[in-house]
């Protein structure tokens, strides 16, 4: 299994102020035939069930703020809120999709500094 | 608009069994295949498992695998999660979601449901 780990577990941000979570695999996620990153980001806010947020790596899914982007390739990567908002607190968890079992990192808790 | 709408979660006995159901609606549910991704309180992202649109293929994750049967009526628009000899452990709240098209199992999880909640307890 792919094991996907992220980094940090916690993540204090002053509003206005940019939040960077990484997301390493175990191995490579990035399928050599159509040079893609098999990897997803995702948002949950308590009581909810996960939003997606980014897939292929970078692309941001239809109604993401702009303020979310998202980087990297290979085994190495990044979420990126550029302007944390209130509403942004939240776990956000990467996600591989390389093989099965879809593996998920352990999550990142922003929260408001 | 697409919605997953999970149902039959509760609470079960150790050693008992329970069968969880996924209602789809708004898209044409035999063209995806559909997961089942659980979360334990106050823990992570756990896959379950997963099963091609047309159901021919299925995956178990380590841990539910021999317990839990996964399976679909396309007829019916839903997903089932059969589950036996339940433990403490198994208890989570479990959500189906539907993965992109393209690949046997799909790719990201694009739509979620709200989630059932399945306690084990004596």
């Known amino acids: 299994d792919i094991v996907m780990t992220q980094s940090p577990d916690s993540l204090p941000v002053s509003l206005g102020e940019r939040a960077t979570i990484n997301c390493k695999s175990s191995q490579s996620v990035l399928f050599s035939s159509d040079n893609k990153n098999y990897l997803a980001w995702y948002q949950q806010k308590p009581g909810q069930p996960p939003k997606l947020l980014i897939y292929w790596a970078s692309t941001r899914e239809s109604g993401v703020p702009d303020r979310f982007s998202g980087s990297g390739s290979g085994t190495d990567f990044t979420l990126t809120i550029s302007s944390l908002q209130p509403e942004d607190v939240a776990v956000y968890y990467c996600q591989q999709y390389y093989n099965t079992p879809r593996t998920f990192g352990q999550g990142t808790k922003v929260e408001i500094k | 608009d697409v919605q997953l709408v999970e149902s039959g979660g509760g609470l079960v006995q150790p050693g008992g069994s329970l069968r969880l159901s996924c209602a789809a609606a708004?898209?044409?549910?035999?063209?995806?295949?559909m997961h089942w991704v659980r979360q334990a309180p106050g823990m992570g992202l756990e896959y379950v498992s997963v099963i091609s649109n047309n159901g021919g293929r299925t995956n178990y994750a380590q841990s539910v695998k021999g317990r839990f049967t996964i399976s679909r009526d396309n007829s019916k628009n839903t997903l089932y999660l059969q589950m036996d000899s339940l433990t403490p452990e198994d208890m989570a709240m479990y959500y189906c979601?539907?993965?992109?098209?393209?690949?046997?199992?799909?790719?990201?999880?694009?739509?979620w449901g709200q989630g059932a909640l399945v306690t084990v307890s004596p």
């Open positions: 708004g898209f044409t549910f035999s063209d995806y295949a």
């Open positions: 979601a539907r993965a992109e098209r393209g690949y046997t199992y799909g790719s990201h999880f694009d739509y």
